[in-house]
């Protein structure tokens, strides 16, 4: 299966600040990676699909890059709404895996 | 608006079985793949099964094959996970979640708000 790595596992930082979460595949996925956004006592909510697709209802302030192996979600000038955890999700092959979460925190 | 909704959680007992339903509406259900995804108290998210549109087709994690059956009744817009030869290691809170129209890996695009599943002696 497909192994997915994120770091770092804890951001933390201020409203205001730009935060870059990484996620990092065992083998390439192609374009076929998606975020979600999880906060305490919630289900996930989708973010990106497919790499760079922002999902329905996401705030431009959140994008999406990588390609293969290397991801990235970018949230610039973070808001208090923005604090949780972030899961990237590979669909290339079954089973679908997750990564194991980035936290943003507030500093 | 796209809902859904699970039910069926509770405590049970290792080696019991549990069944979990998942209503939903706001879609059209029969159009969709549908997926079961776990998460341990604490821990992250763990991918348990899906089920093709018609029911046709299913994969499972390694970890549930031949203990969870996933199913769905088109009639009644639901989907199901039996649940059996429970482990204290299963106890997660389990979404239900919509995949694609197609029986391929997705990303999953609406959630439930989950139904926690407690396995103890």
């Known amino acids: 299966e497909i192994v997915l790595t994120q770091s770092p596992a804890t951001l933390s930082l201020s409203p205001g600040e730009r935060a870059a979460l990484s996620c990092r595949a065992s083998?390439?996925?192609?374009?076929?990676l998606a975020w979600y956004q999880q906060k305490p006592g919630q289900a996930p909510r989708l973010l990106f699909y497919?790499?760079?697709t922002r999902a329905t209802g996401i705030p431009a302030r959140f994008s999406a890059s990588g390609s293969e192996t290397d991801f990235t979600l970018t949230i610039n000038s973070l808001e208090p709404t923005d604090f949780a955890v972030y899961y990237c999700q590979q669909r290339s092959n079954w089973p679908l895996t997750f990564g194991g979460g980035t936290k943003v925190e507030i500093k | 608006q796209v809902q859904l909704v699970e039910s069926g959680g509770g405590v049970v007992q290792p080696g019991r079985s549990l069944r979990l339903s998942c209503v939903t509406s706001?879609?059209?259900?029969?159009?969709?793949?549908m997926h079961w995804v776990r998460q341990a108290p604490g821990k992250g998210l763990e991918w348990v099964a899906v089920m093709s549109y018609d029911g046709g087709n299913t994969y499972y994690a390694d970890s549930v094959t031949g203990r969870f059956t996933i199913s769905r009744d088109n009639s009644r817009n639901t989907l199901f996970l039996q649940l059996n030869s429970l482990k204290v290691e299963d106890t997660a809170v389990y979404y239900c979640a919509r995949g694609g129209i197609v029986l391929v890996p997705a990303a999953l695009d609406y959630w439930g708000q989950g139904a926690l599943v407690t396995v103890s002696s």
């Open positions: 497919d790499a760079t």
């Open positions: 083998q390439s996925v192609a374009y076929y």
């Open positions: 706001g879609f059209t259900f029969d159009s969709y793949a």
